[in-house]
């Protein structure tokens, strides 16, 4: 951590004493990166191999590295209750990716994503001890939620939206959100390298029957679920069943397998075939869907603005003048960062929905309601086409009751101050391009809201709801790669560019594991 960011967080620990708590927070990291950092990378709660194994340890027991083998005792869970366990031991070169816990103060994940950073660097051939680390490779702000005791890291919204020309709104559940003292109090930070720009600031509160579930959906409607019912049948491209891996959010997630990415052949995108029951006479259906942007994909945004080089500038002015339209086109032709929901109909497959993408630290529930009164048969049938390595998905489940939208009421903060003490909340009461600007190096805001009155029977769902953009900061840059972007507007080529790009530091993350 760099005493600038000390800095910073002591100048704003003397600004708002009252609010001065720890924070924890929950990460996905890559295998090199466990394998880099060993015991100081955090609690092991969670393992995914290579093989597409998935591993998930206690809280209070978590796994632990002895000898470059991860050991603990997994547990089994039926209905979220725990059965058993049994002891295990995972290779650190098997790993794919961990989900690790760790206490620290509200700037702890810039020490986490520099380590990523560090791993980037030494992927690129860049081992001198004494060079500086890159940029972490992730974005967005973070939102921390207060739950009584801790801010916890509960979420990264508007991912992608790169510059003023894709600013965009996003809803994102704040669930370790708890009122104390008749208030709701939340932290946005900055913690990388890049400038935030936050338009908008609100907490949206949505009352509901108990024993729903509610999510919003690209608009900000919040879809109510009465009865999701889970994947009758789920399998990829190979055949191999993803039933269990989606019936649930349980934390193991689909995402490409490493065998299928590393492979010369291997296709720019996945094919996952999602079978519902279908009840006779259903005219519509709600599909809930977590899922997320992958640590490589988001990587991927500042290997993409790279590639301009000297001309970065340019091509943000170009984005501003042209607005979100041509890039969300691009995104949703490779199923990048915007997804396809495409629906088996007697014509064929038809999109019906989308899933956009967020950030790669947390994954969101998102909504997509659409038509099947034209489906016959008993049988809903769904095809994803992830752009390959992109894309990591938890739960799809579907309901097909009329339940209206639930009602959110939007709260304004009651009390909004910036890094230096000033008062944010003429900035954050609107979308009107007149924001408070983050600048990188640790800037951080303070929100708190006042508690509405419960509603008798019904239970409360909290959401953030935030728009704005940022700016990623790339150091060092040359020319622009024009050779590489003038392909970009071939269908497919960003994804096969990426998946060759995936190869080259898979070997290397293997020749680092083998030096060690």
């Known amino acids: 951590m760099t005493r600038q960011f000390i800095a910073l967080l002591v100048s704003a620990a003397l600004v708002v004493p009252q609010w001065s708590c720890a924070t924890t927070k929950s990460v996905t990291i890559s295998g090199a990166e466990l394998a880099e950092k060993g015991k100081n990378a955090g609690s092991i709660v969670s393992v995914a191999t290579k093989s597409g194994d998935f591993y998930t340890f206690a809280d209070d027991d978590p796994a632990k590295i002895v000898n470059f083998v991860i050991t603990g005792q997994a547990i089994t869970r039926v209905a979220f209750q725990q059965v058993t366990k049994r002891s295990v031991s995972i290779p650190l070169a098997d790993v794919d990716t961990a989900e690790v816990r760790r206490p620290s103060d509200a700037g702890g994940v810039l020490w986490v994503l520099v380590g ?148 010369a052949d291997a296709p720019v995108k996945d094919e996952l075939i999602v079978e519902f029951p279908k009840p006779p006479g259903a005219r519509q259906a709600k599909l809930l869907v977590n899922a997320a942007t992958t640590l490589w994909g988001s990587r991927m945004v500042r290997e993409f603005l790279g590639l301009h080089g000297e001309s970065l500038e340019s091509y943000y002015s170009t984005i501003d003048q042209q607005g979100r339209l041509p890039i969300l086109a691009w995104a949703a032709r490779d199923d990048v960062y915007a997804m396809h929901v495409r629906v088996a109909t007697p014509k064929g497959w038809e999109n019906r929905g989308w899933v956009i993408g967020g950030g790669s630290l947390l994954s969101e529930d998102r909504a997509s309601t659409f038509d099947v009164s034209d489906l016959p048969g008993e049988t809903l049938r769904i095809q994803l086409s992830p752009a390959a390595a992109f894309w990591a998905i938890d739960m799809m489940n579907v309901d097909y009751s009329d339940s209206p939208p639930a009602k959110g009421v939007e709260l304004a903060a009651e009390r909004a101050q910036g890094q230096a003490g000033e008062d ?43 728009n704005g953009y940022y700016r990623i900061a ?43």
């Open 116 to 263: 990523m950073g560090l791993i980037a660097a030494l992927l690129a051939g860049n081992h001198k001890s004494d060079s500086p680390p890159p940029g972490p490779q992730t974005s967005c702000p973070f939102v921390y939620s207060f739950d009584g005791r801790d801010y916890v890291m509960d979420a990264e919204p508007y991912g992608g939206a790169i510059s003023r020309g894709l600013a965009r709104t996003d809803w994102a559940r704040l669930e370790h959100l708890e009122a104390v003292d008749a208030e709701y109090r939340i932290r946005l930070t900055n913690e990388l390298d890049e400038t935030e720009y936050v338009d908008e600031a609100k907490l949206v509160v949505v009352d509901h029957p108990v024993g729903t579930t509610v999510a919003p959906d690209l608009l900000g409607w919040q879809v109510t679920f009465t009865g999701l019912v889970p994947p009758s049948r789920a399998s990829d491209r190979h055949g191999r069943d993803l039933t269990a891996i989606l019936a649930k959010g349980d934390r193991h997630m689909w995402h490409t397998p490493a065998q299928d990415a590393l492979g």
């Open 424 to 466: 944010l909340r003429p900035l954050l009461l609107a979308t009107d391009q007149k924001s408070y600007v983050m600048p990188r190096g640790g800037t951080r805001a303070e929100l708190s809201f006042r508690v509405p009155p419960p509603v008798p029977g019904q239970a409360r769902t909290l959401f953030v709801k935030l």
């Open 474 to 516: 790339l150091e060092g840059v040359g020319p622009a790669q024009r050779a590489v972007l003038d392909r970009f507007d071939e269908p497919g080529f960003p994804v096969r560019w990426s998946l060759e790009r995936y190869r080259e530091a898979h070997a290397e993350e293997q020749a680092l594991l083998a030096r060690r």
